[in-house]
Structure formats: C-alpha cells, structure tokens
C-alpha cells in the first residue's frame, strides 16, 4: 500500500503545474502602420527602453517597450471569470487591467473589470499609477480570485485602472500586465501572482518556463514545470546577478571568434515584455555596421533580406557557455516584405554592476527559458 500513497504524491505534484498558450497577435507597431499613425506617434514619444528599469518615479512603468511584441496569452479575474488578454511579462512585476470605471478610449476598447459581477471581490483603498511615456494609468488595488491556466489563485492583489489618457493603449494587442518578475519592483508593494502561486502551494516546482515560436501557435508560459520536448540537449543554468529582474551576467558578446560588444562583461535581462536584443548605442552600432543594417526608418534599422544566408552569427557567452544567435533569428522579416534588425539601442545607462543588455523576444524564440525562483538562476537551451 505503501507505494500506491507514493504514485499518488508523484500524481499530485506532477499536476501542480499549467501551461498557458501564447496566441502571436498583430504588434502595435503593424497596427499603427496600418492606420497611418506611426510616424507621428514616433516623433511625439520616442522610445525610452532603460525608462522601464530605472524610472523616475517609483511606479512608472513605461509601454514604449512593447512597440512589436507579438504574444498574448488570457487569464481571468473574478467569480464568475472575466476574461482578459494579459502580456506575460518576466521585466515587470504587477498584474493590471482596465476597469469599467475607466471611460478613456483606450479602456473602451478593451475588456474591463467590473467588481459588481465578482462575488469574491474586495477593494482597497489604495492607489496606485503607472507612466507609459506616452500617457499614464491611475487606478487602485483589489483583490479577487485569478485563474491562470488550470491554477487558482485566491485573494490576489492586482490594479484596476480608472484613467489611461493617450492613445497608446487604444491599439494595444492585449488589455492588461501579468508581471513575472521579483516583489522588491512591484508598485505599492503589491505581491505578484507567481510569488503567491508558490506561497499557496499551487505550482510542484517554484519555477516557470517559456517557449516562443516563430509560429502562429505552439508558443506558451508553463507555470511549476518544464518542457523538454521543447529544447535539445541540457539546460545551462545561469545564477542570477540580482533579484529584481531576472538579471545575469554576460561574458562577452562576438562575431567571428571576436567580441564586438560587451567585450569586459556586462549585466542583462532576460526580459519577455520586450521584443529585441537592446543594449548601449556603442555596442549596438558596432553590430548594426557589421551587418549592413542602415539607418533607422519608422523606428526600425533595415537590412537587405538578399544578404540574410551571407550574415555571421552573432555569439553571447553567457556564464562560459556559447548561445549563438543567427541572422535567421536576429533578422526580422516585416509585413511589407522588408527585414529589419532585431537590435535596438537606448539611451546610455550604466547599472550598478556594469553597462546593461535587455535580452528580448528576438533572443527568447532560439532559446527555451528557465526562471527558477527556487535557486535564484535562468535555464537556457535551445529551443526546439
């Protein structure tokens, strides 16, 4: 009888985990093309990356990071559920969405929270506010019951938005945040979703994993598991260099056995809410020269889609281990037929431990990813 009740506890912790599916939706960037409206709202707010990682005020977090970001996945709030499409994002840490006491266009177009239909409710008082740079959300805390996947999560704390002026959101492919990343850079001290996933004993394992497909579908978070049918060989474990965002170290970034960026170290992100590799204008211009790309057009750097097979790869040494990026991965074929770069500089910011890198979407897709709260480490294997 004895290994039976063992099968069961085998049974029970292998089921404590959910994988959510990531649907790639049109980016905002195609959206505004579409309408017209891209070069202008480029002029009017230009992209200000390091602004979502070292704000000016304690609760900004700026949305022009996620001008090309493609995959959305559903979650819901609420008993009876309200369904939201939300952006699993690993460079934040709080979950928000509209609510119906948020008549701005940008919340009229999306789905809203409205608390009278959840009998599993309660508000706070508190308020709160997040800067995009090119608006701003204010709104306040509650709390209610979030389903993620198949995982339950009673008495979680999330924001509500009352106001959400400017006209980024209005276009946005998704209604809301679920941040990913550590409870020391949430607003108002708020507990993110995974930390109580973990606390309630809701996932078998304190970690989550992502896989990005180039695809339409297959892509998905899997929350208290991993996948490995969706990488090749081992997982190379990286320890953190900070608990905030997922940061780690970067040895050296080269091209053709030389380094061209990062070449004494340097701290990065592995960040799913933004959608290229970025990093300081020095080394990103060297990469840019070295693969032909030119100057920036509508935001982007193009490049000549004939010279794709002829381009290097280029290498990031990552806690001594190679993760090889090919111009297949960091060469982004666009709606209209053009490629662009998947490389993007801002404005010069020096952390404390060094110059910083966002490891971004482009990265992401050749690498299936890790983040173990557990051992304070990201996992990385090539995607499958």
Known sequence: ???????????????????????????????????????????????????????????????????????VGTISIGSPAQEFS????????????????????????????????????????????????????????????????????????????????????????????LGLAFPSVAFSRATPVFDNMMSQGLVSQDLFSIYLTPNENGSFVMFGGIDDTCFTGNLSWIPLSAETYWQIKVDSITMYGRPIACPYGCQSIVDSGTSLVAGPAAGINNIQYEIGAGGARNGLHTVSCSFISLLPDIVFIINGTQFPLPPQAYIRQLRDGSCASGFEAFEAFDSAAGELWILGDVFLRRYYSVFDRANGMVGLAPAA
């Open 86 to 177: 939300v952006l699993f994002d690993t460079g934040s840490a709080n979950l928000w969405v509209p609510s119906v006491y948020c008549s701005d266009g940008a919340c009229a177009d999306h789905r809203r929270y409205n608390p009278a239909l959840s009998s599993t409710y309660r508000g706070t008082t508190t308020s709160v506010s997040a800067w995009y740079g090119t608006g701003s959300m204010t709104g306040y805390l509650a709390y209610d019951t979030v389903q993620v996947g198949d995982i339950q999560v009673p008495n979680q704390i999330f924001g509500l938005s009352k106001t959400e002026p400017g006209s980024f959101l209005y276009y946005a492919p998704f209604d809301g945040f």
């Open 1 to 71: 009888m004895k290994w039976l009740w063992l099968l069961g506890l085998v049974a029970v912790a292998q089921g404590l985990q959910s994988k959510i599916s990531l649907m790639k939706k049109k980016t905002l960037r195609q959206t505004l093309t579409d309408h017209g409206l891209l070069e202008d709202f480029l002029a009017k707010h230009p992209p200000s990356l390091a602004a979502k990682y070292f704000p000016t005020a304690a609760t900004a977090e700026p949305l022009t990071n996620y001008m090309d970001l493609e995959y």
